[in-house]
C-alpha cells in the first residue's frame, strides 16, 4: 500500500465505545445534528446533464455575489477538501511544499499527503490572541503554497492586514500562492477594523479563497464548495482549475440549481448559529468564576472554543476524566498544539445542554 496512515483506536475512542449511555458532545461541528434552522429548499430535478466544468451560470453568479467578484473567478468544487485536492494538483508537483499552520484542523496532513506533497507545519503564536508571523515561516526552494484558516479552527482568530500584507511580500519573494480556509468566515464573534477581506479580493498575490454550503448556509449534505482566485495570473489559474474540473465532473446538477435559493436564503441559519454561540460562549464565561485553575481563550470566531487547563494532569487524561462524568471534549493534541495544556469545544450544541456540560466541565477541572 501507498500511504500507512495509523488507524488504530486512542484511549479516548475506546472509552467512549465502552460507554453504555452517550455523553453530552461537545465536539459535534455538524449543523444538521444540532437542532439549528437550516434553510429547507427543495432540490430542483434535472432531467438533462448539461455539464459545465466550473459550474451553471447560475450558480457561479450567486457565489460570485457572496465572494464580491467576477464569476469567472469562481469553479465549483464538491466539498472544500476537494478544493484543496485541486489546488494542490495545480500548484504543486509530488514531493514540493505546502506551509500549513498548527494548531489547525488535522486534515492537511492527509490531505497533502494523498497528493503526494509535503505538509510543512508553521507555529502561532499565542500572546493573548493568535498570531501569524510571517518572519517565521520557513519556505524553501519547494514551498509552493502557504496555507492560512481564517478564522481559524480551532483557534478562532482572523487574518489581520498586518499579517496579510506580511505574508504577501514573503509569497511574493518566494514565489509561492496563498490559499486561504473561510469556511468560517461569517461567523466573527465581534468586529475588529484590522481583519483582512477574503484573501481572493486583493490583486498583489495569486490567492485562493475557499468556502462553502456547509458552514455558509448549515448544508454538508448537500456538498457544494467553490474555489474563488484572486490576484497576479488569476485568469490561467481559473483556466487551468477548468481542465482539472473537467476531468472529475464532481459538482452534482441539482445542487448547482438550488445553489442561488440556498445562498439567498443562509440569513435565518447564521443568525441562529450567532445567537447560539454567544449564549453558549457566556455560559462557558459563567461557569468558569473567578480565579478558577482553568480558562477560556480569547476567540474571534468560529464554533469552536480552547481552553487551557492545568498541568497536573495531561490533555487526554482531562478528556477521560470528563468523558467518565458525562461530557466529551477534544484533547489539543488532536490539533497539534505547539505546547501548554488545551481542550477543544464546540460551541454548536443547544444551549440547555451546553450549559449543563459546562458546569460538569467547571466542576471536573476544578478537582
Known amino acids: 500500500m501507498r500511504l500507512d496512515f495509523t ?10 465505545a465502552a460507554r453504555q449511555s452517550p455523553p453530552i458532545d461537545l465536539t459535534v461541528s455538524n449543523p444538521t445534528a444540532a437542532g439549528l434552522p437550516v434553510p429547507s429548499i427543495r432540490l430542483p430535478q434535472a432531467p ?12 457561479l453568479e450567486a457565489v460570485a455575489a457572496y465572494q464580491g467578484i467576477q464569476p469567472g473567478r469562481v469553479v465549483l468544487t464538491a466539498s472544500t477538501s476537494e478544493a484543496y485536492s485541486w489546488l494542490f494538483k495545480l500548484l504543486c508537483d509530488a514531493g514540493d511544499e505546502v506551509l500549513v499552520p498548527e494548531p489547525s484542523y488535522p ?40 496555507l492560512v484558516v481564517s478564522p481559524g479552527n480551532p483557534t478562532g482568530a482572523y487574518l489581520k492586514e498586518d499579517e496579510r500584507a506580511a505574508l504577501a511580500s514573503a509569497c511574493r519573494a518566494q514565489g509561492c500562492a496563498l490559499i486561504s480556509d473561510e469556511v468560517f468566515a461569517d461567523f466573527p464573534a465581534f468586529e475588529d477594523r484590522r481583519r483582512a477581506r477574503s484573501a481572493a479580493s486583493y490583486d498583489d498575490l495569486p490567492a485562493f479563497s475557499l468556502s462553502g454550503l456547509s458552514k455558509v448556509a448549515g448544508q454538508p449534505q448537500l456538498k457544494l464548495a467553490w474555489i474563488a482566485a484572486g490576484g497576479p495570473g488569476a485568469d490561467e489559474a481559473v483556466r487551468r482549475l477548468e481542465l482539472i474540473a473537467d476531468t472529475y465532473l464532481s459538482v452534482s446538477t441539482p445542487v448547482q440549481l438550488a445553489a442561488p435559493g440556498l445562498l439567498a436564503a443562509r440569513g435565518p441559519f447564521q443568525q441562529a448559529v450567532q445567537a ?10 459563567a461557569a468558569r468564576g473567578p480565579g478558577a485553575a482553568w480558562d477560556v481563550l480569547r476567540s474571534e470566531g468560529g464554533w469552536s472554543q480552547i481552553l487551557s487547563v492545568p498541568r497536573s494532569r495531561g ?5 477521560l476524566a470528563l468523558l ?5 471534549v477534544h484533547p489539543g493534541y488532536f490539533f497539534d498544539f505547539p505546547d501548554g495544556a488545551h481542550l477543544v469545544v464546540s460551541l454548536l450544541p ?10 460538569i466541565l467547571a466542576r471536573v477541572l476544578a478537582a
Open 7 to 16: 488507524q488504530g483506536e486512542n484511549a479516548l475512542a475506546r472509552a467512549l
Open 48 to 59: 438533462s446533464y448539461e455539464p459545465h466544468p466550473r459550474g451553471l451560470p447560475a450558480a
Open 107 to 146: 486534515l492537511f496532513g492527509y490531505l497533502t499527503a494523498l497528493e503526494c506533497v509535503t505538509a510543512v507545519p508553521y507555529a502561532l503564536r499565542w500572546d493573548g490572541e493568535w498570531h501569524l508571523d510571517a518572519s517565521n515561516l520557513r519556505f524553501s526552494g519547494r514551498t509552493r503554497a502557504l
Open 276 to 285: 447560539r454561540l454567544a449564549a453558549n460562549r457566556a455560559a462557558l464565561a
Open 315 to 319: 490533555e487526554e487524561e482531562w478528556a
Open 324 to 328: 467518565e462524568a458525562g461530557v466529551l
Open 350 to 359: 443547544e444551549p440547555a445542554q451546553f450549559a449543563r456540560a459546562a458546569a
